[in-house]
T-cell receptor
Framework: SQTIHQWPATLVQPVGSPLSLECTVE??????LYWYRQAAGRGLQLLFY??????ISSEVPQNLSASRPQDRQFILSSKKLLLSDSGFYLC???????????FGSGTRLTVV | AQTVTQSQPEMSVQEAETVTLSCTYD???????LFWYKQPPSRQMILVIR??????QNATENRFSVNFQKAAKSFSLKISDSQLGDAAMYFC????????????????FGKGTKLSVKP
């Protein structure tokens, strides 16, 4: 069966420091991969999605970037964090078609 | 572009009672999929139920059922015999059937409804 792993679960980083969040999927090949951000008590904002290795689409211009170095690995990065980057980050995967997304357990990022 | 609207930011229900969460969507497509996701305090997103637009029969998963009205573009979630563990944010979502890897295939979420369950 397919599983999705996301880490770390929580992260406290100073302003101006770099960021790297990692997401991996097991038990499947060539999944579509997604990064979402969620502010406290708010909805989900799609940040990036990827349909294949090296293929990244950005939905919102921001201080973040994403990479997909391997088929089942999706990384969210920043060179210099801002206070506004604080939030809850969710990774998800899906296939093209009628299935929904399967989400990771999320990373709570606090920039101080 | 498709949109999903959840008009109830917060709802409350008494334990063991029934509650209905509303969702409407806007699309010009005839073939698509609709979903309800649950996000408990742990913030893990959990798929509750899925509906295929070309199926007239309403989807049901145990105590969760939907009322899918395609002409009205309405997709409400009914939770029967509410339990304390049902307290969560609930998100309605739309996905085009024409998703071949482009952005048109991405899930579109509503802003969510926070459900509280009173003991």
């Amino acid at each position: 069966s397919q599983t999705i792993h996301q880490w770390p679960a929580t992260l406290v980083q100073p302003v101006g420091s770099p960021l790297s969040l990692e997401c991996t999927v097991e038990g499947t090949s060539n999944p579509n991969l997604y990064w979402y951000r969620q502010a406290a008590g708010r909805g989900l904002q799609l940040l990036f999605y990827s349909v294949g290795i090296g293929q990244i689409s950005s939905e919102v211009p921001q201080n973040l970037s994403a990479s997909r170095p391997q088929d089942r690995q999706f990384i969210l990065s920043s060179k210099k964090l801002l206070l506004s980057d604080s939030g809850f980050y969710l990774c998800a995967w899906s296939f093209t078609g009628g299935n929904g997304y399967t989400f990771g357990s999320g990373t709570r990022l606090t920039v101080v | 572009a498709q949109t999903v609207t959840q008009s109830q930011p917060e709802m409350s229900v008494q334990e063991a009672e029934t509650v209905t969460l509303s969702c409407t969507y806007d699309t010009s497509e005839s073939d698509y999929y609709l979903f309800w996701y649950k996000q408990p305090p742990s913030r893990q997103m959990i798929l509750v139920i899925r509906q295929e637009a070309y199926k007239q029969q309403n989807a049901t998963e145990n105590r969760f059922s939907v009322n899918f009205q395609k002409a009205a573009k309405s997709f409400s979630l009914k939770i029967s015999d509410s339990q304390l563990g049902d307290a969560a944010m609930y998100f309605c979502a739309y996905r085009s059937a024409m998703n071949y890897g482009g952005s048109q295939g991405n899930l579109i979420f509503g802003k969510g409804t926070k459900l509280s369950v009173k003991p």
